[in-house]
């Protein structure tokens, strides 16, 4: 264990083409499908650790002020898994930065998981490889599994019980198709219904949710094949219909749960504009009304133009893709 020195560990959010929503057990967050995603860049939470065996708990400052309890004992409860690994009950000081907008569909969740199950690793020198660290991430939030590797990835829904083969693997690094990202923020609130929960409500009451389950193979093999071909088409016609098909499956739950506002629309309508235009690009949406159009490198500059001047949209940030989840500071 590394007491009283400070590691800080930075990772990168991750944008599911083959979306993840469903948990087959919700303690870990074993997920009911598998998901692939893509790991961006520019974007990032930074999160630093020191043991310090006089605290009598977890401290936690989360952009420059004390985290609401709730989200403290979250960061508690995942550490404790590392505690009961290295036997040793010390307690820290934490500390996670993100550089954009927190909790409207951007996953901020997955970065600051990823990057602090990495830094707890050195902080506790439990030397854990990168497939254990993604099924710990996967503990703090499903989604944060994915954020451990860079580039494309894929998560493994797995189906023994305990979730040991529930985690995310590296499909292709993020230099062999830099595909760019242009995320359209449509609003600046906090979601109104957290994953989990949506997750929970879809499970119980839509009347598609087994559908979507069972489909989801099918999706998972035809991105793949996408992927491996660097077919942007394939990808294309497989990612939104992964998305629109969650967001129907999550407006049939009882009550339904809509993310979307009226720019989303717009956006969504500006996009099959240009797709018909034969630029490649296409739309993606999370659990939020923040829309994300992935393109080609040559296309970016007319699917930047075309989106900032939807009305509505606030404000327009462009990545590539990153890579995974690695320490910045405090190494050796
Ligand atoms: O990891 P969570 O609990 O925030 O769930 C993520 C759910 C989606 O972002 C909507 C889809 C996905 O695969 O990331």
Not at 88 to 99: G, P, T
Not at 114 to 139: M, P
Not at 145 to 162: C, K, L, N, Q, Y
Request: include cysteine; charge should be positive.
């Amino acid at each position: 264990m590394i007491i009283g020195k400070t590691i800080t560990a930075q990772a990168h959010p991750n944008i599911a083409l083959v979306k993840y929503w469903g948990k087959r057990r919700k303690e870990g967050n074993i997920p009911a499908v598998g998901s692939i995603s893509i790991t961006l860049d520019t974007l990032y939470s930074r999160t630093s650790i020191r043991l310090e065996p006089a605290l009598r708990g977890d401290r936690f400052i989360f952009n420059g002020a004390p985290a609401p309890e709730a989200q403290r004992r979250r960061v508690q409860m995942f550490l404790d898994i590392f505690r009961r690994r290295a036997g040793r009950a010390v307690f820290a000081r934490i500390e996670s930065e993100n550089n954009f907008p927190t909790a409207a569909g951007l996953a901020s969740s997955a970065s600051g998981f990823a990057a602090l199950a990495v830094a707890a690793n050195r902080a506790f020198q439990l030397h854990l490889e990168e497939r254990e660290l993604s099924r710990l991430a996967r503990q703090g939030s499903g989604s944060a599994a994915r954020s451990i590797f860079g580039g494309f990835v894929e998560m493994h829904a797995g189906t023994r019980p305990d979730g040991s083969d529930a985690f995310a693997e590296p499909l292709l690094a993020p230099e062999a198709w830099p595909l760019r990202v242009v995320i359209c923020i449509t609003s600046r609130q906090e979601k109104s219904i957290g994953s989990t929960e949506g997750m929970e409500r879809t499970a119980a009451t839509s009347p598609f949710y087994s559908a979507w389950v069972s489909s989801s193979k099918d999706d998972l093999a035809e991105i793949r094949r996408a992927i491996r071909g660097k077919n942007f088409r394939e990808l294309t016609e497989v990612s939104e219909h992964s998305c629109l098909k969650m967001h129907g499956l999550i407006l049939s739950a009882r009550p339904g749960i809509l993310y979307w506002n009226g720019t989303t629309v717009e956006l969504i309508h500006r996009i099959r504009a240009l797709q018909r235009d034969g630029v490649p690009v296409f739309f993606t949406i999370d659990a939020g009304p923040q829309v994300k159009a992935v393109c080609l490198p040559e296309a970016l500059s007319d699917v930047v133009g075309a989106l900032k001047r939807v009305d509505g949209v606030r404000e327009v940030l462009v990545t590539g893709l990153g890579q995974g989840a690695r320490i910045v500071e405090g190494d050796g």
